[in-house]
């Protein structure tokens, strides 16, 4: 199911022509020009769908969504405009009110703000956790988790438990648990929310690692930084105040491998600011 | 990157030395109202310390009297608090598995709370006779709410995050309960360790029959105005508590204390 299907190359990223802002509006178009194209297989659809809570929240509009294999979609907003149920929702922890999601029929794995960690196992066993209890063989799951860990630099500390880590590594250590199940649709809500900036750097920089490196399928990702939803994404769905539903969607036209400099450059920063707008005009220009 | 430090800060020379000199006071104080206030016609009410210590505990024949009751009452405190683990924690698994069980359980639960035991005392012995099943069944009435409350609140105290990767990944509720529930319930039980030794002092000296255990001995000492053997069985009374309170915490940080360094090889 794995493939190589970047269509930006590395001579595109590196024109200084300004960012698409592919201002749709409404329904999240498939053929925006994300680098997954329209041959990659779809992961999750979402066709009209809205959520209302029992207490008669409506977080959710209508929203349209199409995640493909090989995409790296980040979702911005303003906090309670339903990013978070947008992901609980294609993980199908939690049901639309109307509408359909077409969930992915491959592996999906979540990672919280919060590493929940097990405070009593170690690194190892923590990464392991998900594998192990899933009915996973151990010869399988371990030499896979040691792998893990290296790449997502925890390397040496395997022994420790988690109250001897910093935030940060925590966090390595919770990405580590998910990537172990080699999942298809990998979902982030605000995996770095918690962080300080340089911790969330380098974090952001580990993810585009792991994800050129094809360790999972496609991210849905949620975040509150506009700057870490440009560096990391093929692209980024800007979404209105509750109830959320899709006003904008930018494709991001960067290549890959994406160097950590890419932050400091005109034309990211020009790219950050136009959806930094959009986000802030939020309901006003909604299609 | 590195890993925090996290051992706990070393003692001075001023934590060791407070609590020595605050024990100091209290002997000091028990001297003085015992060789001052009191004369020497009232002094059985505050025997002073060392004659507590010469009549009690340096007597061969009473010591060994204490000693025999001391080891029925223990055996009474540890058994009780076995019940009590194992029952207290079988009814809080259930009750966190169903909330139909939670509602249904839960009021008696707090009413074995705030039931005084003394009026269940003469219905035990009448029950059961005023042996030793009796006294283990005063111990575990009095020690089984602690481990049911905390039971279940360790069970239910588990992040929506963790039981929702948990729910994603349709990992078995058993396994749930084996591998993430069941760990974060150990901490509790250090509370229901003093309170069994209490519950087997509480009954052996309400009983007042059978094999004299600590407290069939306080009553007997009291009876007969013998107030150094009466302290030296409140003392040893207190020691148990102690000791099974310090046991219990000694043993809830070895499993969890080890959570906060790295795991031995």
């Known amino acids: 199911m794995r493939h190589h299907i970047w269509t930006y190359s590395n001579e595109s990223a590196k024109t200084d022509a300004p960012p698409r802002d592919n201002d749709a509006g409404g329904p999240a178009d498939n053929d925006t020009g994300g680098p997954a194209g329209d041959l990659a297989p779809t992961l999750v659809t979402f066709t009209g769908v809205e959520k209302r809570y029992p207490d008669g929240t409506q977080a959710l509009a209508p929203v349209d969504l199409a995640v493909r294999d090989g995409e790296f979609v980040s979702i911005v907003g303003a906090s309670g405009c339903g990013k978070s149920t947008l992901l609980r929702l294609a993980s199908g922890l939690t049901t639309a009110t109307a509408g359909t999601v077409v969930p992915s029929t491959g592996r999906i794995s979540y990672v919280f703000q919060d590493p929940t960690l097990l405070p009593w196992r170690s690194v190892r066993r923590n990464v392991e956790t998900l594998a192990e209890l899933t009915g996973a063989p151990r010869a399988e799951y371990r030499p896979r988790a040691a792998e893990v860990i290296d790449l997502v630099g925890l390397g040496g500390f395997e022994r420790h438990r988690p109250r001897s880590l910093s935030g940060g590594m925590r966090m390595r250590v919770s990405l580590a648990r998910s990537l172990v199940l080699s999942p298809d649709l990998f979902l982030l809500d605000e995996p770095f929310g918690a962080l300080d900036e340089i911790s969330r750097e380098r974090l952001g920089d580990e993810l585009l690692r792991l994800f050129e490196l094809r360790r999972f399928g496609a991210a849905l990702f949620v975040t509150h930084s506009v700057a870490e939803a440009v560096y990391l994404s093929t692209r980024v769905l800007v979404m209105s105040p509750r109830p959320g539903r899709m006003v904008a969607e930018f494709a991001i036209p960067f290549g890959f491998p994406r160097p950590a400099e890419l932050r400091f450059r005109e034309d990211f920063t020009r790219l950050t600011a136009a959806v930094s707008r959009r986000l802030r005009d939020g309901d006003g220009q909604a299609a | ?265």
């Open chain 2, 1 to 265: 990157m590195r890993a925090l430090r996290t051992g706990r800060p070393r003692a001075t020379w001023r934590d060791r030395l407070a609590p020595l000199v605050l024990f100091a006071i209290i002997i000091g104080g028990w001297y003085f109202v015992s060789l001052v206030v009191l004369d020497r016609d009232r002094r059985f009410l505050l025997p002073s310390p060392d004659s507590v210590v010469r009549v009690a505990f340096l007597d061969g024949h009473n010591l060994a009297q204490l000693l025999r009751a001391l080891w029925l009452s223990a055996s009474v405190a540890l058994i009780g608090l076995g019940v009590s683990i194992v029952l207290g924690m079988a009814v809080a698994i259930a009750m966190s598995q169903a909330r139909w069980v939670e509602k249904s359980v839960y009021p008696y639960a707090v009413i074995l709370q705030t039931i005084p035991t003394l009026a269940m005392v003469p219905l035990i012995g009448f029950w059961f006779d005023y042996g030793f099943l009796s006294r283990v069944i005063v111990c575990v009435l009095i020690a089984l709410f602690p481990v049911i409350s905390s039971t279940l609140f360790g069970l239910k105290s588990i992040d929506q995050g963790m039981l929702d990767l948990f729910r994603l990944h349709r990992i078995p509720r058993w396994r749930r309960l084996v591998s993430l529930q069941l760990p974060a319930t150990f901490a509790g039980f250090q509370v229901s360790a003093g309170l069994s030794a209490v519950g087997a002092v509480v009954g052996d000296f309400f009983f007042k029959q059978g094999k004299p255990g600590i407290g069939v001995l306080i009553d007997l000492y009291r009876a007969r105005l013998l107030s150094q053997q009466l302290f030296g069985a409140v003392i040893l009374a207190s020691l148990l508590g102690v000791v099974v309170f310090t046991f219990f915490g000694w043993l809830s940080r070895l499993v969890t204390g080890r959570w906060y360094g790295a795991e031995t090889p």
